[in-house]
Nanobody
Framework: QLQFVESGGGLVQPGGSLRLSCAAS????????IGWFRQAPGKEREGVSCISASGGSTIYADSVKGRFTISRDNAKNTVYLQMNSLKPEDTAVYYC?????????????????WGQGTQVTVSS
């Protein structure tokens, strides 16, 4: 099983920005598509974004389109989620995971090897 370590979460005011990192532990990230999910208290886990192994294909949830950007730096063995114009409804624990397919999707059933998550809180 692959292992990921998420970081970069924190408390930010509405309208602010954060960059989350998903680092691979003990393996090379080059061959894997990676997705970001989030889960707020009392809600189901929601797919946020996914990037293909090559980085050439991405997908975003409608709720974050135009505000979030997923990218990868295979030399640093890390996938990023740049989050701008944050809203209180973006508050959640954010997780990264391995995508099991080729074409990016946002269905949790298509992912495995979930990280431990990083808390993002958007509040004034």
């Amino acid at each position: 099983q692959l292992q990921f370590v998420e970081s970069g979460g924190g408390l930010v005011q509405p309208g602010g920005s954060l960059r989350l990192s998903c680092a691979a532990s003990g393996f090379r990230l080059n061959d894997y598509g990676i997705g970001w999910f989030r889960q707020a208290p009392g809600k189901e886990r929601e797919g946020v974004s996914c990037i293909s192994a090559s980085g050439g294909s991405t997908i975003y949830a409608d709720s974050v389109k135009g505000r979030f950007t997923i990218s990868r730096d295979n030399a640093k063995n890390t996938v990023y989620l740049q989050m701008n114009s944050l809203k209180p409804e973006d508050t959640a624990v954010y997780y990264c995971a391995e995508h099991l397919g080729v074409i990016p999707t946002l269905s949790a059933a298509d992912f495995a090897s979930w990280g431990q998550g990083t808390q993002v809180t958007v509040s004034s």
